[in-house]
């Protein structure tokens, strides 16, 4: 019998921590602290799935507009959770990377994810991407500038630029497209969020809050895709 085929790469939008804090009359940073122990039993999961990629939505671009105090506490958060998950990363495998405008995060959160990344940089079981200050339109513009630049120095000509070259220019150079995008808290939409990447992605998208999204709701995900057949635009 076939083995049901397993994501190599999966990504996620966290998304409800908000309004699950809110429904328990509690603050919005206690909802996103609630939000730590998925990102453990997702990263369990997925493990022993046999998944290689897992990549999650932490800070976008937009959440920069959020109210001062909300954005602190959520590289607080940051730093504790690198800190206090470093050991666990490296005994089991999992090499920590990051993507998105890096140099726009606070300093001492830039400091903690450069230590955490070079610590783990030896795991072979599971990529664990975290996509901070992201934002798809951004990156794609970034690619665009970028090879424009070959273009103007004449490192390049304009009509040899293709979708792989340009592929090459996003900070997920170096990761394969998702297979598999699960998003929480009930919204169907990707948010800015691997655009250019999710062109053939399978998406599953749950009413569950995140802060209430276990190991049973990953495996729900996992049922689902694996009832799917992936055709890419070819005819069957």
């Not at 190991?215 to 009832?227: G, I, K, N, P, V």
């Amino acid at each position: 019998m076939t083995e049901p085929p397993v994501p190599r790469h999966i990504a996620i939008i966290m998304d409800g921590n908000g309004r699950w804090a809110t429904r328990r009359g509690l603050s919005r940073s206690e909802g996103h602290q609630a939000g730590a122990e998925p990102v453990r039993a997702v990263l369990r999961a997925a493990r022993q799935a046999g998944v290689r990629y897992l990549t999650l939505y932490a800070f976008s671009t937009e959440n920069w507009g959020r109210p001062e105090e909300e954005i602190q506490g959520l590289f607080v958060l940051l730093m504790k959770y690198l800190q206090s998950e470093v050991a666990e990363l490296m005994a089991t495998g999992v090499r920590l990377e990051a993507i998105g405008d890096l140099e726009t995060l606070p300093a001492l959160a830039r400091e903690a994810l450069t230590v955490a990344m070079d610590c783990t940089s030896g795991g072979r079981e599971l990529t664990l991407t975290l996509a901070l200050s992201y934002g798809s339109r951004a990156e794609l513009a970034r690619a665009a500038s970028l090879l424009a630049l070959e273009v103007a120095a004449g490192a390049r000509e304009a009509d040899s630029i293709t979708p792989q070259t340009l592929a090459a220019k996003l900070w997920t150079s170096g990761l394969p497209d998702p297979d598999l995008l699960i998003r929480t808290g009930g919204d169907m939409r990707l948010s800015n969020f691997l655009l250019w990447q999710c062109a053939y992605t399978e998406f599953y998208f749950t009413p569950t809050l995140w802060p209430d999204f276990g190991e049973a709701d990953f495996q729900a995900a996992l049922d689902s895709y694996q009832t799917r057949e992936r055709r890419f635009g070819l005819s069957v």
